[in-house]
């Protein structure tokens, strides 16, 4: 059974920084794209980041500059980065592996004003 583990979410003060971690199970991580995603309420989910198992990545317009996505693969784990919160980023944040179309349980983050 493939299990995603997501942790370090919690609750920020705006202009504060987290590290969100994303512990994967199995074989599938190394050649796998892996991805953030979050679920602001009454929002639709919402890609933040990725990165496939070279390296490159790509971020939503409204997190380029503030967060980053990094994976390492011999812990078969992948971690986003996030600085400068703000309110907006308010949500559940999912890990999410796209071979196998696997899911994380969410992780909350709450950034307060």
């Known amino acids: 059974q493939v299990q995603l583990v997501e942790s370090g979410g919690g609750l920020v003060q705006a202009g504060g920084s987290l590290r969100l971690s994303c512990a994967a199970s199995?074989?599938?991580?190394?050649?796998?794209?892996m991805g953030w995603y979050r679920q602001a309420p009454g929002k639709q989910l919402e890609l933040v980041a990725a990165?496939?198992?070279?390296?490159?990545?790509n971020y939503a317009d409204s997190v380029k500059g503030r967060f980053t996505i990094s994976r390492d693969n011999t812990k078969n784990t992948v971690y986003l980065q996030m600085n400068r919160l703000n309110p907006e980023d308010t949500a559940v944040y999912y890990c999410h592996a796209d071979i196998g179309d696997y899911w994380g349980q969410g992780t909350q983050v709450t950034v307060s004003s």
């Open positions: 199995g074989s599938i991580f190394s050649d796998n794209v």
């Open positions: 990165i496939t198992s070279g390296g490159s990545t």
